[in-house]
């Protein structure tokens, strides 16, 4: 009898820490640079309203707990050509802006790309101890067949390419191979939407609810509210855009912790506990 007692509270132990270990996570989003550019809501939702103007933002996320300080995407250096296209304005350079959350470049342990276009993968240069994490079919595309004759290179940058191939050469890159992968305990990784050729989106457990980070996977609130996918040129699969819209919202408990990419709406939506920093609670 106390044998099975001592295995009953073994049992319960290691149930207890696995959970404590899945659900401290905290989830921060942070604004690092906007644009000047005036645009619309039509620009970024299919069908949206030419009269409904939108902030646009340039921002990464912060999952926090467990020991480690995970970003989501990596931002951009200022220097990077395709920013004067977006006229920056009220940038910050990603590892800077981290400071506001007390942390330095070093403290980053790990960085979950959703997809590889410049203004979420350049900044990866700047967090030499991270771990990156990339979808494999997006990685080789990236790399490879997007700069053949007759694909699409669009959104990418070389300098992009040629530091992702020095990191996959120095072993700091791993290739996720699919959908609905957990990838570190209490965060899983989803695709379908294919904003470029495999992005992914993350999902987080806190404990108290699920966040998703759908980085461009969802441009705008737009979209979410109206079910309607990236106005042209945002999706390689439009009504994979909307299906993967679909599963999001089953997957959380509240609507309201499925967070688009680029929508300014996020930082009045959430508690602000630092200047651009904004807690997803």
Known sequence: MKKLALLFVMILSGVLFVHAQTTAYKVYAIKFAGSALPFSAADWAKGAPQTDSIKFNFMVWLIKGNGRNILVDAGFLNDIDDAKEFKVI???RPDSALSMLGLR???????????PHWDHIDGVRLFSNARVWIQKDDFNYFVGAAW?????SGGFNKRDVRMMVDLNLAGKVTLVDGDNKEVIPGIKVFTGSRHTFNSEYVLVNTGNNKVILASDNIWIYYSLDHMVPASDGGTLDPAGYVKAMQRMKAMVGNVKYIIPGHDAQVFSKFPAVAAGVVEIK
């Open 90 to 92: 009220d940038y910050i």
């Open 105 to 115: 470049a070093g403290d980053v342990t790990d960085i979950i790309l959703s997809h």
């Open 148 to 152: 053949q004759k007759g694909e699409g």
